[in-house]
């Protein structure tokens, strides 16, 4: 299936709940079976089935990354394929063409379209008028690619996901939607610990009936949890930074809150860490912590997501 362009409809990687627990235990499985055939590698090596040959990714990023852009251009890479990255403002999405027109045109000359936006309904419309594939790299809504990378991480050390409980502590944001989609689709149970002002939006809660638990109390939600998870208190485009560093101040990450954890509790962040803020410099660098694999794990998580959408995966 190397070099043409995909058949039928697109297949768009925008959110966890659009998938099917099968399509996404898949994906999961080939990252953790890419990452274990490349050991020792150098990285620009392609991977020996190379399922992007002759494919090139466009990545559109209309807010900062730096995981995101580098994971997704080493991905291509490994799977043989080529990439073109360009801003927003770079582009004359910024001077104001259409999302849906761009979409159009760039469908004529790439073959998968990967895009970081401002507004989660501007990556549904580029979706509704592409005729590649489009994959969410985060939005105000969610940030699904991040939490495929972080369950590969947690399995790798600590076994399935399934029945466990994982911690969110910290704002109801786009990374926390896109864990309580996953867990609906991975049979994990997740408790989410928020001042009242920063709760996950109930639309999101619906995809997950009966697993996800809402706190304001962040040391309930830790005890006995198997997996502690934070994000910054600020994300990007939130208006009221004060205020959030007011409300989350209680929200801290710290050692004590860890020992509250199953004595086998890891610690997770999709990073950037605004260290002192959500999570303290002993947590990020201590023994629990995943965060560099969990870094890692973005490379061949994307690489799977990649493979999926070319259709290199059932
Ligand atoms: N975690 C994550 O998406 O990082 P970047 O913002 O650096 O891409
Ligand atoms: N919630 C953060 C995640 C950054 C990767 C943000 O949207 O800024």
Do not use: I
């Given at each position: 299936m190397n070099g043409g362009p995909a058949s039928g409809s697109p297949r768009h990687f925008i959110d966890?709940?659009?998938?099917?627990a099968a399509t996404l235990r898949a994906i999961l499985e080939d990252a953790k079976t890419r990452k274990a055939a490349r050991q020792?590698?150098?990285?620009?090596r392609p991977d020996l089935?190379?399922?992007?040959?002759?494919r090139t990714l466009a990545m559109i990023f209309q807010k900062n990354s730096t995981r995101t852009r580098f994971s997704f251009d080493a991905a291509i890479r490994q799977l043989g394929g080529a990439s073109v990255i360009a801003t927003g403002s770079d582009m004359q999405l910024g001077r104001g063409e259409t999302i849906a027109d761009t979409a159009r045109v760039l469908s004529r000359m790439v073959d998968a379209v990967m895009i970081r936006a401002v507004e989660h309904d501007d990556v549904e419309v580029f979706a509704a008028h592409a005729g590649v594939p489009v994959i969410n790299g985060l939005t105000n809504r969610s940030h699904p690619c991040q939490i495929m990378a972080d369950l590969m991480t947690y399995e790798a050390h600590?076994?399935?996901?399934?029945?466990r409980t994982f911690a969110w502590i910290g704002d109801g944001n786009n990374v926390c939607a896109s864990y309580i989609h996953a867990a609906a689709r991975f049979d994990f149970n997740l408790v989410v610990a928020c001042p009242d002002a920063y709760r996950p939006r109930p639309e999101d809660l619906a995809h997950a009936p009966g697993r996800v638990e809402v706190t304001s109390d962040h040391r309930a939600a830790a005890r006995g949890a198997d997996c502690i998870i934070a994000d910054g208190w600020?994300?990007?485009?939130?208006?009221?930074h004060e205020a959030r560093l007011v409300a989350f101040a209680p929200y801290q990450v710290d050692e004590a809150l860890m020992d509250l954890?199953?004595?086998?509790a890891v610690f997770l962040h999709c990073l950037p860490a605004h260290r002192g803020e959500e999570v303290t410099d002993g947590v990020l660098d201590?023994?629990?912590?995943?965060i560099w694999d969990e870094a890692e794990n973005r490379l061949h998580a994307q690489k799977a997501i990649l493979a999926w959408c070319f259709g290199a995966i059932a």
């Open positions: 966890l709940w659009r998938h099917d020792g590698w150098g990285q620009g089935d190379a399922p992007a040959a002759g600590r076994g399935p996901v399934a029945g600020v994300s990007m485009g939130d208006p009221d954890a199953a004595p086998d201590g023994p629990r912590s995943l």
